[in-house]
């Protein structure tokens, strides 16, 4: 039995994730993302769940940042998650009495019209995360009424739910992943994703454009790219990539070969299967099979056998 | 006198940026990214001062959905911030006596290394802005001991500075920008910088390429990139950039034509002068006079005098 | 009634290219192309008619380097004629006596399947055209025995006609093209066509891709790229480019613009109606359409309206 | 001691050529550059010596449509050979009396400055050859009173020189390549050049620009570029490219394997040391090293071993 790290407390969206991702794991709440990839660097966890991105939010940088730096990790697996919040509170609280309400900034963001039009005279105060604001808010003496969650956070807690599906958007959805030390990669199954992180070998106009060739030339479609800061002054980044396929596939292969090759440095993060299933199409003439065709030629062709 | 909202409350480093870009300003403090600039919408305020990026901490994603969303604004002027940060605590506080810290996720990152040595049994809770973090430790009976804030913060809230310079980088830079109602551009001095928001026509592959090409092709350099989520779901995004010159430059008024030609919305963020004041090197055949050349000599031809 | 020049003598195919062109036209015949393109110089032609390409020989050298040297012209209009060959003698002639045959060497090639079939022991000389080929042959006392040549070559110098349609394929097409001096051009029909000649400010590697690259990122195509010596020694080439579009279109005038600025010269040999008809599929956002909608956003934007 | 076949008669500058390339070889001569290669391709020849490009003239079309059709042979040799062009007639000609003058279309372009000096009157005739121009004149009874040729030729046919150096440029050079059957390389000399042709899969636009890229973003450099008509109709072209390296090189094998995965068909015409013996400039990132270390880096990735 597996035993993964995830973005506690018991109760976040991360738990749900990781009780999709793996049901019967052991797991082993960490209080932030850092923590969490901390304690698999250090052999204490069999691997890791953490967000990734949220279709609303965007990036959860401190994972992007985390798998950039530090001993290299790889991403096993990616779900995605609809996400929906809930106003929790103490047994008794009643709405119109809720003056401090604690949650995590991205709540704050996605709920911005409940928390307008239920709560106008509310102070809402930034928590580290969704679970831990519930926690703090199930301790005697807490200083808040009432913490925005999921509901898992609240049966964890001990909270009533006080309103539910609170987020502006229905569709709001996180994308987590399951991140494990080096090792075999899970095998292709020809609708997978790659990630990789990128450091360019120095910020002249047009690196972006030559990596993006790199890509284009063989038919390798990008789903995301995020830049961030290398720490080394404003207008210095360097960038996360997601693309389609596996880097067993002879494009994918040869296209972060051609990166590996013009960057300072590609951090590779993983292949994996997509959450969503979908298999690229594949642009003309970069099959494996055109791949292995063309390889054979080469060495036709080098010999003089024309 | 200028009535400008800023990221308060006072003592924020966002304060500071404002007494440099604007010193004779009356100044407003506001209790987000998000207040401040809807007080400019409104018409409350004249402008406002907003942190845009953080060489360590990268984007303030809410400074660039703000402004990519809701009725149009314009940056105006940037500023670049050395920031520091303070350990600030009521007068009497020891050091070792630090239980519970309060500050801005984005310092708890900063200033990790000094939390792990100096403080490794606390906890850090996250707070609105730093500001804030001093602003509610400086109340009496707040469960906090401490705040991690800018010095200015400290005296405005009468707090002791228990450690300064705590960041793990010396060198860290904040970007501001101020923005402004829509109206007349800052006029060009050479050495400016042009933001805009992007967003594609469809997710095609290619099409991030295909923007970038748009400057390429005209010699314009980019100096950012960073993708955002529309909201409609993982995998889709769009851009804010930041690119070398003035709207009123020729090759600049031409690559943004041109984006505006082949995406679904190009929003103008405004053109400003750089605050390092580093002017381009224009590529062959891109200043304006080559641009002016070009269209008479196409003007002539058009007409047969060739 | 217009006096037009072209690659005579009479009997050529030239000819009849001219006679579909300006039927109302006087023809005034001349030696080689440079010879017709220099009496439009002189103003001793109205204009001329030149061959530019053919299916089976490709470019007419000679054509592309006299448009490409000396006083400019431009073309007005083309025309794509099929052409066939007969083998032509004086009236008497049996083909099995046939021992020299006198044509011009693209007919040569056209027609190596008869020759080698019909006349495997002839001597087969080449001719400055075919025309000149068939006045040749029916000179008393010439030492030529057949010519291969249009059948109105032969009407006009009484030769019989031995053979006809005896060229390899049966679908071979030269495009003959007008040349007029400068002045005002056939004006947009949705269906048109420019020619350019584009001198490279250095040979640069890449500079091919950078010349291409102005015409794809605004969606003009290329119908024709031919390279040339400059003359300056092996591996300095000059570039001739048909494309889809007329000059007054505003996604060929820009990339031409582009093209003149980034490059040490554009020669505009002439927009004028395709002689296919085909109209091109506009690439989303070039439409003129599409042009002036987007000047009319970047004036408002450069003052601030966004 | 090889057999070579080259473009005669006895006097060309091809032969000349061929002295150079193979001074032991037997020399062949052809009637025509066709002949020369079919010679090799049946066998009748070890290898051929034929012009492919001159400096003034451009392509020898003869040359690019052969080698691109039939039975595949490769280049494996180069030279640069200045030419120069003489006037030459039988004995006792003198250059007041010249009425008729033979030589190739070439030479009639190369030396328009001398003939329409010192030659107003004269007709000039096409040859076949410089070299067969002078074979005619030499002849008892011909119509022709002088040649154009080289003065190799002049003393092969026993015809003096009137004049000498006529050509309008004195640095006028030819490129002749020996062909010879599909076999063994030469070996890789750090300053090689590659030839080949290359057919579409379909003229999409665009095409020329993702070819063009497949070389680009391996740092591979063209230095000559062809387009030929396919035969099927105007507008219809196929390629001759010429590039930087050997076929043994990294980035030029991955470049054309791209090449073949796109095109409908890629027929490789050798690679061979340059005659002007450059090397090329290795882009960042496209020595065999670094292609040799990516791919190192690749199989690691591809066991987890990141």
């Not at 790199?214 to 360097?238: A, C, K, W």
């Not at 990166?259 to 099959?287: E, M, N």
Request: aromatic share 6%.
């Amino acid at each position: 039995m597996p035993k993964l790290a995830y973005l506690g407390p018991e109760g976040t969206f991360t738990e749900e994730a990781l009780r999709v991702l793996a049901p019967d794991a052991e797991r082993l709440p960490s209080s932030n993302v850092t923590a969490a990839l901390e304690a698999v660097r250090r052999g204490d966890a069999d691997g890791a769940v953490v967000p990734l991105e949220n279709s609303l939010e965007g990036a959860i940088t401190t994972t992007l940042d985390e798998l950039a730096w530090g001993e290299p990790l790889i991403v096993t697996a990616e779900l995605l998650l609809p996400v929906d919040f809930s106003l929790l509170a103490r047994p008794g609280t009643e709405v119109g009495h809720i003056k401090r309400v604690f949650t995590h900034p991205a709540a704050i963001t996605q709920c911005r019209n409940f928390i307008a039009r239920e709560l106008p005279d509310a102070v809402v105060v930034a928590a580290p995360s969704t679970a831990a604001a519930a926690q703090e808010v199930s301790l005697p003496g807490s200083p808040y009424d009432a913490a925005i969650a999921a509901r898992i956070a609240g049966e964890h807690y001990g909270l009533v739910e006080l309103a539910t599906g609170i987020g502006d958007r229905a569709d709001t959805v996180t994308r987590f992943v399951r991140v494990s030390p080096p090792g075999p990669l899970p095998a292709p199954t020809g609708a997978d994703r790659t990630s990789l992180v990128v450091f360019l070998t120095d910020d002249h106009p047009g690196a972006l454009l030559e990596m993006l060739t790199e890509f284009s030339v063989r038919g390798v479609n990008l789903t995301r790219i995020e830049s961030r800061p290398t720490g080394d002054g404003i207008g210095r980044y360097f960038f996360h990539f997601d693309l389609e396929g596996h880097v067993a596939d002879a494009r994918v292969g040869e296209a972060i070969s051609g990166l590996h090759r013009i960057c300072a440095d590609v951090r590779f993060l993983g292949s994996y299967p997509r959450a969503d299933g979908l298999a690229p199409q594949a642009k003309r003439g970069t099959t494996d099979v055109d791949f292995a065709e063309a390889a054979g030629w080469l060495t036709r062709i080098r010999t003089g056998r024309v």
